[in-house]
């Protein structure tokens, strides 16, 4: 969806806007999808796939474009960003491992701005796993030329940009050896330099769990829209670096 919007960049955090009230037509997830996630991630091959896939299609992926649309209309059209949210935007679920019959036992879609492609950019992300959902800002290879200028700049960064990051309290540094490192935030930002010089991504974001998604059922949508205002100064910085 080609939409005429402002570059994130240039988009202050005061200047985000949403509905009032939310226009939903997202129901929120239901046991179901949590279920099936669960069962891919205990075997996460082909096989288990084509037996979920049933499930998957009406309980996550269904729901999932719902939500998608929701996100549009009640915060990316009203803020005016210029934003892909349509193209490419969800993942898969089977992996591309050479025919190796691999699964991914989570499903995600992701913004990017618009004339860019979603892996080459930095993303805003809404991920759905068999222990809950999560939502935030990723920046990372293959977006080489993107990552490159975020882990240049990012330990020298503004002082909005860390106070918008401690209070989400979840920071991922994805090593080159393939591993997650957990960062607390309080303690070992000073350590960022160095966390990020052998790193191929961070995510920084926030955690629903599973149990507090079902009780929030559509109400996930105005949490998702605080999520991506909190991270909001790191997602525009990412954006202005690169």
Not at 45 to 50: F, N, S, T, V
Not at 143 to 155: C, D, H, S, T
Request: aromatic share 12%; charged share 25%; proline share 6%.
């Amino acid at each position: 969806m080609w939409l005429l919007g402002r570059d994130p960049a240039e988009v202050a955090p005061e200047a985000l806007m949403q509905t009032e009230p939310l226009m939903l037509s997202f129901e929120g997830f239901r046991s179901e999808a949590f279920a099936a996630l669960a069962r891919l991630k205990a075997h996460p091959h082909i096989e288990q796939y084509r037996r979920e896939k049933p499930v998957l299609r009406r309980h996550v992926q269904e729901p999932f474009k719902r939500l998608r649309d929701d996100l549009v209309a009640n915060w990316v059209l009203p803020s005016a960003l210029a934003l892909e949210t349509e193209r490419n935007v969800f993942s898969r679920f089977l992996k591309n491992d050479f025919g190796a019959g691999g699964c991914y036992a989570h499903y995600w879609m992701a913004f990017y701005r618009q004339g860019r492609r979603r892996l080459a950019d930095v993303q805003l992300i809404v991920s759905l796993h068999a222990d809950g959902l999560r939502v935030g800002v990723y920046a990372g290879e293959p977006a080489r030329a993107v990552w490159q200028a975020v882990r240049a700049r990012l330990p020298e960064a503004g002082e909005d940009i860390w106070r918008s990051i401690v209070p989400l309290l979840q920071f991922k540094i994805y090593s080159r050896r393939g591993d997650v490192r957990w960062v607390r935030v309080q303690e070992d930002l000073h350590r960022l330099p160095t966390l990020l010089k052998g790193a191929e991504g961070i995510w920084v974001g926030r955690t629903l769990p599973r149990a507090e998604v079902l009780q929030r059922g559509p109400e996930v949508v105005p949490w998702i829209l605080a999520s991506w205002r909190m991270v909001w100064p790191l997602y525009r910085f990412c954006c202005a670096v690169s």
